[in-house]
């Protein structure tokens, strides 16, 4: 065969190819092919069984209604339906509106951390909810927020939620073009009347955590793996590090920045090089459950390393290293938001000051390895064997200890705060004076540590 | 106790692997004159295939299978789409490694957060992990470590020393000579072509097998882009892509053991990239390196046969 002929051949199988593709395409997106359809006439027991309904709903909305009759004595079922147009009417002005939620999230819904606990979140309201729909978009870029918050506005929304501390400015320019629309933005601090605020915040868990990081260390070096070099995650650090010191004084927390939310490889770096330094438990802020898996393998080599759950239940990972965690109930703040829509306590001009802040109080954190399980069982007799002096409460085990400050922390007025003085920074200055506790701001916009860190806090640009 | 050198390096190696493996098969490719930018999306995919196989069967091994499949066939696309229809390279190679990023995030979204239980371990050598450093550094990984120090070597003695490597380097070099002399380039484009997609899918399958055993959207990373800068980096040589792995594995992973001493990560990361263009610069600088070590003559050109009068 000639070299042509082969080509042909080619070109014609291609062209086949295409032209079925062609075809299949036209034959499934084009709109749906006419149909003759033959109309029943309307009569019967259905017509009177329908026209029965209308009168009874006529009379719970105080309306007149007369069932229409055809000259020959039965129902003119056109006529029916006809009327009933106005008992509709009043009707839906009866019935509240529904409200259409939308998400708008940063991650993919799949990172197993921040925007699958949002996400996890959302599904649960809208499942408990009949009057709520919900919609999300996935993996948005800063830049795109604007528009999808348009997008989803034009699609009948009249609730949005955005989930990232980057689309703080397009949720405040939406809300003052929009100002019809209710938005909630979370982790950032510009508010609008109709805008509001939440969080659920974990330094409370943290400082858990770190009494029984403490307790288990035998090498008294306890590692964290930082995100990035924010105020929220330096008061997580500096939360544990307090737990850590109550238990240990003398161990030190080593800290590691990976510069990402959300980075497996990183996270297993990051921790390797710890647990060469001589660390032995880890606690972390990265959205995979890469580091559980790490210290779960130097388990098997023989070199416990433990560690702790973050934001999503990790132990299934981890089963002889995840000692706790902390997890979130997004759910929490999402119901108490919707339902305050619902009934008209939230609208479009009372927003400002509307600023969710909520820990184990309000339930929306969660101390544990797994959902109901605030301790791995398999730690709970070394935690009841380590003692230490408490000034207030004496000689307390560790476990008793943790299990005190989580019920202090949870009351409806905390009778306890980690961030209590006296607390020094790395450079021995007095960051809390014996007593105080650290205020909002302060918390807010934290950028020292305690002062048994080994770390450093790299400055933006530096 | 085990000297201070062995965790760094060890680690090195143990990141430098996906790279190493992935940048054997671009080689590969590149030598026989096409540039496969989809490496990193067929990475993807064959960490995400491998990891549904292994899950499913309970089997690493078939997992590791799966994802070179899965490699080899989008490999075959490329090449389709590259040799037989002439299409830009690079657009190409750009368009598998958005499908492939696309795709594994869809299909993969059921299978996050599930722990795999079928991984390969660690499976440290007797005897030659006695060897005092040298020995925990090198002989104390899994398998597919082991396996591509023997595959760096092999492509080695491949390339430069039999007739197959002297058919892919005349294709890629003058692949109308080659064809005259009785290659068929066609052939040798495809074969290499699809070699480099399965071995860009078996290091996809490293990373969801053995460096961390579950799938996490987007989990490669970046690396299929290094790979091919190692090629680069490496002048088209499968020993010096052994080395450029490690070292650029190592940069990578040695950033949270320099971190205490102050020094960004984020400039380290840029490391590979400026090392790669430090090379090119020169290999331009100088005529004899350049004849010796510069991008194979006709890589990037879609190879049309003249038609023969008969």
Known sequence: MTKSGGIIIKYTALTVILLIITAVATWTLAPGKERIVKVPVLKGEPVAKLAESALALSKRLGIEFDIPKTPE???????????????????????????????????????????????????????????????????????????????????????????????????????????????????????????????????????????????????????????????????????????????????????????????????????????????????????????????????????????????????????????????????????????????????????????????????????????????????????????????????????????????????????FDPFTGPIYDQEGKLRAKPGERLGHYALWTMDWFVDNIVGTIPKPGG | MEHWLVPPLKVAIEAGTPLLLASLGELYTERSGVLNLGIEGMMLMGALSGFIVALITGNPWLGLLSAMIVGGLMGALHAFVCISLHANQVISGLALSMLGVGLSGFIGKRFVGIPLKATFGVSPIPLLNKIPILGSILFEHNVIVYISYILAIILWLILHRTKMGIMIKAVGENPAAADAAGVDVYKVRYVCTIFGGVMAGAAGAYLSLAHIPMWVENMTAGRGWIAVAIVVFATWDPLRALLGSYLFGGVEALQYWLQPWGIDPSLLGTLPYIATILVLVIIGSSKRLRRAMSAPSALCKPYIREEKVV
């Open chain 1, 73 to 415: 004595g039965d129902i003119n079922a056109t006529q029916l339906l006809l009327n009933l147009i106005p008992l509709i009417d009043k009707a839906s002005e009866i019935i509240p509106p529904k409200i259409k939620a939308a998400f708008i999230y940063v991650g993919p819904i799949g990172d197993y951390g921040w925007t699958h606990g949002h996400d996890t979140g959302r599904r649960i309201v809208d499942e408990k909810f009949p009057w709520l729909e919900t919609v999300y978009a996935e993996s948005v870029s800063e830049a795109d927020c604007y528009r999808y918050i348009e997008r989803f506005i034009k699609q009948g929304c009249n609730l949005i939620f955005t989930t990232s501390f980057g689309f703080m400015d397009p949720t405040l320019k939406a809300a003052k073009e929009y100002p019809n629309i209710i938005f909630f933005h979370c982790s950032g601090y510009k508010r609008w009347k109709n805008m509001g605020t939440y969080f659920a915040e974990f330094y409370q868990l943290y400082y858990l955590n770190g009494l029984m990081a403490g307790a288990l260390t035998k090498t008294g070096k306890v590692g964290y793996v930082g995100a990035h070099p924010i105020p929220e995650v330096v008061r997580h650090i500096n939360a544990f590090a307090l737990g850590v010191k109550e238990v240990n004084p003398d161990a030190k927390v080593y800290v590691r920045w990976i510069f990402a939310w959300y980075d497996p490889v990183k996270a297993k770096e990051a921790a390797e090089a710890l647990i060469a330094e001589g660390v032995d438990v880890i606690a972390f802020t990265e959205d995979s459950p890469t580091i559980v898996g790490v210290c779960q393998d130097y388990f098997k080599k023989g070199r416990p390393v433990y560690t702790f759950s973050h934001y999503s239940p990790m132990y299934k990972y981890g089963p002889d290293v995840v000692v706790s965690g902390q997890l979130v109930h997004w759910e929490k703040i999402y119901e108490d938001i919707v339902i305050k829509v619902y009934l008209g306590v939230y609208n479009k001009t009372n927003l400002e000051n509307v600023d969710y802040w909520w820990m184990l109080r309000e339930g929306a954190v969660e101390l544990g390895a797994e959902y109901g399980m605030p301790i791995n069982p398999k730690f709970e007799p070394i935690l009841k064997e380590k003692y230490v002096e408490d000034p207030i409460l004496g000689k307390i085990s560790v476990y008793d200890l943790v299990m005190i400050r989580l019920k202090q922390m949870s009351e409806e007025v905390p009778t």
